[in-house]
């Protein structure tokens, strides 16, 4: 049989003035993942350097791509600059180049500052936005999991008096179906089980309590039970749903709104927690947090929730060339 090459696996460094090459100095120099694939890190090698002063120095075998986009002057961890929004969005612009032309794999991207893209006049909210408007995605899903469950989204960054405007049968729709997709191809289960949280207290207790979860959710999961064979529950509550799909009972959670999934997902086990995004041409992960810029450049951040984003990354990627 033909050895497999290993799977090769770009990292954006995110916001310089952030945790971003901190973590990746502290994941890549662990053992065990120098053997499951090839890295190629994507930052400005002099900012860089300002964290590998902190932890020993990568391997000769890790690529550098060095896009010096970061004045030595003046720099700092931990300050909100349109000049490292910037910077930040230059590092993923290469990962595209290099994902188009078939240099990687897949792509881990470090945390990067809202506030320092939008000053840099790149009004996105996030990675998920930024990418899918680069690679002309028009469906994408974010999932956000770690050891103990698999939570996806509805709604992402938007202020919660708008989540309930914002949810309707299409949007609701789409976020299960691709949910059943992605936990099928990329984590092999060959009939997922899913349940949907409710957007009310109580999934509205009939009506008392909103009228939501019965004029929009559950109309369509009458309809996807049909379609998926009746392997979708809900709407439960919340706190029922991530409880019982905590017992394993469930393979995904559809959450309705950001905090309804990042509470559980982070109270439960932060450091094994990684975003997803299911849909795009290529696996893109990230760690379950932001730039930390409160204590970066300290030497005290922990590459464990990185380490999780490039094992799954390597794992789904693995698991789409097995479907």
């Known amino acids: 049989m033909l050895k497999l090459k290993k799977i090769r696996v770009g990292i954006t460094a995110g916001d310089p003035a952030g945790i971003g090459s901190e973590i990746i100095i502290r994941a890549l120099t662990k053992p065990s993942l120098e053997k499951i694939a090839d890295f190629t890190v994507i930052a400005d090698k002099w900012a860089f350097e300002q964290a590998s002063a902190l932890k020993p120095q990568l391997s000769d075998r890790i690529r550098f791509i060095d896009l010096k986009n970061v004045k030595a002057k003046n720099f700092s961890f931990g300050l909100i600059k349109a000049e490292y929004g910037r910077a930040a969005i230059e590092y993923l612009d290469k990962a595209l180049e290099m994902l188009k032309n078939g240099d990687l794999d897949c792509l881990v991207t470090c945390p990067i500052s809202k506030e320092a893209i939008n000053l840099a006049n790149f ?24 050891r103990e469950l698999k939570i996806s ?16 049968k299409d949007n609701l729709y789409k976020t299960i179906f691709m949910t059943f997709n992605c936990l099928k191809e990329l984590f092999l289960i060959k009939r997922p089980r899913i349940v949907v949280c409710g957007l009310n207290p109580h999934a509205s207790d009939n009506g008392l309590i909103g009228e939501e979860d019965d004029k929009i959710i559950k109309p369509v999961l009458n309809k996807l039970k049909r379609k998926l064979r009746g392997s979708i529950d809900g709407p439960l509550s919340a706190d029922v749903a991530v409880l019982k799909a905590k017992q394993k009972k469930y393979d995904g959670v559809i959450a309705i709104y950001h905090d309804q999934a990042l509470i559980p997902l982070k109270l439960l086990d932060s450091k094994s927690g990684v975003n997803l995004t299911f849909g795009l041409p290529f696996i893109r992960t990230s760690p379950l947090h932001g730039t930390a810029f409160d204590i970066a450049g300290r030497g005290i951040a922990s590459a464990d929730s990185l380490t999780e984003a490039i094992n799954l990354a390597v794992k789904c990627t693995l698991n789409l060339r097995k479907d």
């Open 123 to 146: 009004n996105f909210s996030g990675h998920t936005e930024y990418l899918a408007k680069r690679t002309n995605t028009k469906e994408i899903l974010m999932m956000l999991l770690n």
């Open 153 to 168: 989204l509805v709604t992402r960054h938007i202020p919660l008096k708008e989540v309930a405007l914002s949810v309707n």
